[in-house]
């Protein structure tokens, strides 16, 4: 059973930093494509970041030079450092792996920047 799990969200103050954790278990990660996604309330699911199976990354430009996504494929696990936080970064953080036709969903870590 394919399952990924985030972790590592929680309340920061503006300007702080966190770090997110997407682990995978019941499939090959390391050949996965892996995104970040986010969600405000109201808002459409946005595209934080991806990372290829072979390291390359994207950043949307609301987060470039703030976030850093990376993998650790000997522990099955992809990171969203995130810093300088902003009131604007607080969402739901899904992390999503693809190959081919097989997509898996994590089922999300709450991030909320406040005083």
């Known amino acids: 059973q394919v399952q990924l799990v985030e972790s590592g969200g929680g309340l920061v103050q503006p300007g702080g930093s966190s770090r997110l954790s997407c682990a995978a278990s019941g499939l090959n990660f390391s050949i996965y494509y892996v995104y970040w996604y986010r969600q405000a309330p109201g808002n459409q699911r946005e595209l934080v970041a991806f990372?290829?199976?072979?390291?390359?990354?994207t950043y949307a430009d609301s987060v470039r030079g703030r976030f850093t996504i990376s993998r650790d494929n000997a522990k099955n696990t992809v990171y969203l450092q995130m810093n300088s936080l902003k009131p604007e970064d607080t969402a739901v953080y899904y992390c999503h792996a693809v190959r081919g036709l097989h997509t898996y969903w994590g089922q999300g870590t709450q991030v909320t920047v406040s005083s």
């Open positions: 990372i290829t199976s072979g390291g390359a990354t």
